[in-house]
């Protein structure tokens, strides 16, 4: 049984840079056909998808996000990453990280969501 | 970006009813469409993929349906446990967006 679960500081500033981790465990991030996603959810409002990485390196962002967020991975702790840069308080949310199955493309692993708020 | 439109917003069902929720996406996404269903504080769960195909584990009264542009969740019998928040999501292309979500409450 996949889980996934986040970590990361629940509170940053504005104009800081926003860092979660995502923790994969019983299987390996680095196999199989999946893409690692984030997703948020502000509070009271609907998802919105950040972004995803697949096994082979590749990566996609929306496009809304684009110039703020890198999303990265760690094979050797099975962890995939996200950075949002110069956060406001419109990025105060539940982050979600996700495993998309390859063929299906559909999320069928999340995991219980982190909440971070931006704020002084 | 393809958006990704669902009604009701919201609606008030008596257990044992039938529920039917729509999604509509701006452009075809062919059968390209999921459905979550979320309770409060906890993670989406997954039910239905591409269009019609029901999850592993998931109850037998829950359906999709569509192709396109227009798409259907069915409950055919509602149940406590389903009084929730169902969104649909497009996973043709990125960026993948979602509905706007469907609040399912008890009547």
């Known amino acids: 049984q996949v889980q996934l679960q986040e970590s990361g500081p629940g509170l940053v500033k504005p104009s800081q840079t926003l860092s979660l981790t995502c923790t994969v465990s019983?299987?390996?991030?680095?196999?199989?056909?999946?893409?690692w996603n984030w997703i948020r959810q502000p509070a009271g409002k609907g998802l919105e998808w950040i972004g995803r990485f697949y096994t082979s390196g590749s990566t996609n962002y929306n496009p809304s996000l684009k110039s703020r967020v890198t999303i990265s991975v760690d094979t050797s702790k099975n962890q995939f990453s996200l950075k949002l840069s110069s956060v406001t308080a419109a990025d105060t949310a539940v982050y979600y990280c996700?495993?998309?199955?390859?063929?299906?493309?559909?999320?069928?692993?999340w995991g219980q969501g982190t909440l971070v708020t931006v704020s002084s | 970006d393809i958006q990704m439109t669902q009604s009701p917003s919201s609606l008030s069902a008596s257990v044992g009813d039938r529920v039917t929720i729509t999604c509509r996406a701006s452009q075809s996404i062919r059968s390209y469409l999921n459905w979550y269903q979320q309770k409060p504080g906890k993670a989406p769960k997954l039910l239905i993929y591409t269009a019609s195909s029901l999850q592993s584990g998931v109850p037998s009264r829950f359906s999709g349906s569509g192709s396109g542009t227009d798409f259907t969740l069915t409950i055919s019998s509602l149940q406590p446990e389903d009084f929730a928040t169902y969104y649909c999501q497009q996973s043709y292309s990125n960026p993948r967006t979602f509905g706007q979500g469907t609040k399912v409450e008890i009547k």
């Open positions: 996700a495993r998309e199955m390859g063929i299906a493309a559909s999320i069928d692993y």
């Open positions: 019983g299987g390996s991030i680095s196999s199989g056909s999946y893409y």
